[in-house]
């Protein structure tokens, strides 16, 4: 998360009147590459792309965590619902905002990963004196290891990946299994990619692209609602799951390794290695009360989906049934409910000058 990252992500912390996320996960003194995750850099992108079309024929389960830089706009006017006002603010503030890093992890259907790497952590061009951002999201992910003059001199250029991400063997396929943990704004940024788009207007039209290009989706925070006493965002879901990171927290492919690790302990604690798919596939947390990726209609999803932190960064708790939007490694708005004509919003930054942005 959950992104401003994370969130998972994606904003991922805290969902509606749930904690932000968690504690403080392995101090590891250890690199990404003796981790096992592969850093990606605009020159080993092609390299990369072509050992992932291979590995990806075995591991059909793919954990996906983002880290993008804040939650700087909240949107204005009338909103149909406190759901409308959540998925309108993801909208404005993924419009107006790049992507920093994409982890990938692959697994096979019994979550075990591949030899060697089995992580891929994306890091895409990003330039502080340039790009909007919140100072609070790019003080986490500076304190977190991300090296923003390198993003700046050897970012990934968003439409390269984009065109590479289309050929991999990874969207658009039935038998892919992603998985994800509070991740509306990961798959936000993600679809933006893909389109070289603005997102739909509509959250349902959303959703409609959601299930053409993601067919298989599991919000391991939405399978919370079914496993007693786990609570809280990923690293504390991890703490209390008994699961030791790998990497560091607030790194996109880290949080991607815990997500992938934290689904398949769930799925055997909790659900007996059997989801329902009818029940939780296309959910994502704190999005959608009549749209999922699968194309059931659901129950309503809850309200605010609270604070922000990517895969569980620190963040403010959700407001329950509000309409409160996490942000990834920023620590989430808090969000007005229903109909609203103002305009509250976080500062975001650009060039170091202060402003207040609204959405329309």
């Known amino acids: 998360m959950p992104s401003a990252v994370s969130g998972g992500g994606g904003g991922h912390g ?28 605009r020159h080993n992108l092609d390299e990369e792309f072509r050992t992932i079309r291979l590995i990806v024929q075995k591991y059909h389960y793919v954990a996906m965590d983002t880290e993008f830089p804040g939650v700087v706009a909240r949107p204005v006017g009338e909103f149909r619902s406190s759901a409308d006002y959540q998925y309108q ?27 060697g790497f089995s992580t891929w952590q994306f890091n895409f061009k990003f330039n502080l004196s340039e790009d909007m951002y919140a ?28 065109e590479l991400l289309m050929t991999s063997g990874i ?27 603005n997102l739909p207007a509509e959250e349902g039209d959303f959703f409609e692209l959601l299930r053409i290009y993601f067919p298989t989706i599991y919000d391991v925070k939405y399978l919370m609602k079914s496993c007693k006493n786990l609570k809280g965002g990923l690293q504390e879901v991890a703490d209390q799951l008994e699961l030791r990171r790998v990497g560091p927290q607030h790194q996109a492919g880290s949080d991607s390794l815990l997500t992938g690790m934290a689904f398949f302990k769930m799925r055997e604690m909790f659900f007996e290695d059997n989801i329902d ?84």
């Open 14 to 41: 805290g969902g509606g009147g749930g904690g932000g996320g968690g504690g403080g996960g392995n101090m590891n003194p250890q690199t990404n590459e003796e981790c096992g995750i592969r850093d990606v850099w």
């Open 135 to 162: 100072q609070d999201s790019i003080d986490l992910l500076l304190n977190s290891g991300i090296q923003f003059k390198k993003h700046e001199e050897d970012g990934i250029d968003p439409q390269d990946f984009a």
């Open 277 to 360: 798919n009818a029940k939780y596939c296309g959910h994502l947390y704190g999005l959608g009360t009549s749209f999922v990726a699968n194309g059931n209609n659901s129950a309503p999803g809850g309200g605010g989906s609270g604070g922000g932190g990517g895969a569980g960064s620190g963040g403010n708790s959700g407001t329950g049934g509000s309409g409160g939007t996490g942000g990834g490694a920023s620590s989430g708005t808090g969000g007005n409910s229903g109909n609203s004509n103002t305009t509250g919003g976080n500062s975001a930054n650009n060039n170091s000058n202060n402003r207040t942005i609204s959405c329309r």
């Open 89 to 115: 603010s993801l909208r404005c503030n993924v419009d107006l905002l790049r992507i920093i890093q994409l982890g990938l992890t692959f697994m096979d259907d019994d979550g075990r990963t591949p030899a």
């Open 171 to 197: 969207v658009l396929m039935d038998n892919i299994k992603w998985l994800s943990f509070h991740s509306g704004y990961d798959f936000a940024y993600l679809l933006k990619l893909l389109t070289d788009q």
